[in-house]
C-alpha cells in the first residue's frame, strides 16, 4: 500500500513560481512511476510531468521548460517546481504513484494505482 500527501499549493501572480510537494509512504521494492497530473474545473485530469524509478523524466508540451520534477534521494518526496506560471496553469495538482515494469512511464491516468488529495494552484494575471 502507497499513501501520497501533497502540499505547497497557493496563489500566485502570472510569472510566479511555486513548489509541490509530495510525501510518499509506503514500501516501495520494483520498479515504478511517480507524476504529477492536473486538473481544471470543467476539464479533464491531464498529465503534467513523471518520472520513474531510475530517474528518467517526461513533460507535458505545455509546462516544458517551465516545470521540474524531481525526487529526493530517499525516494520519500516528490517535488515539482513551477516556474513562469502561467493563469492557465490554474487548477488541482494531484501526485499519483504506479507500479510498473513498462521502458517509459505511462500517460494515462487510469496506469496510476494510488493518489494524494490534490493541492490547489491558483495563479492570477
Known amino acids: 500500500q502507497v499513501q501520497l500527501v501533497e502540499s505547497g499549493g497557493g496563489s500566485v501572480q502570472a510569472g510566479g513560481s511555486l513548489r509541490l510537494s509530495c510525501a510518499v509512504f509506503g514500501y516501495i521494492y520494483s520498479s515504478y512511476c511517480v507524476g504529477w497530473f492536473r486538473q481544471a474545473p470543467g476539464k479533464e485530469r491531464e498529465g503534467v510531468a513523471t518520472i520513474d524509478s531510475d530517474g528518467n523524466t517526461a513533460y507535458a508540451d505545455s509546462v516544458k521548460g517551465r516545470f521540474t520534477i524531481s525526487k529526493d534521494n530517499a525516494e520519500t518526496t516528490l517535488y515539482l517546481q513551477m516556474n513562469s506560471l502561467k493563469p492557465e496553469d490554474t487548477a488541482m495538482y494531484y501526485c499519483?504513484?504506479?507500479?510498473?515494469?513498462?521502458?517509459?512511464?505511462?500517460?494515462?491516468?487510469?496506469?496510476?494505482?494510488?493518489w494524494g488529495q490534490g493541492t490547489q494552484v491558483t495563479v492570477s494575471s
Open positions: 499519483s504513484f504506479a507500479f510498473t515494469l513498462a521502458p517509459s512511464c505511462p500517460t494515462d491516468e487510469y496506469e496510476y494505482h494510488y
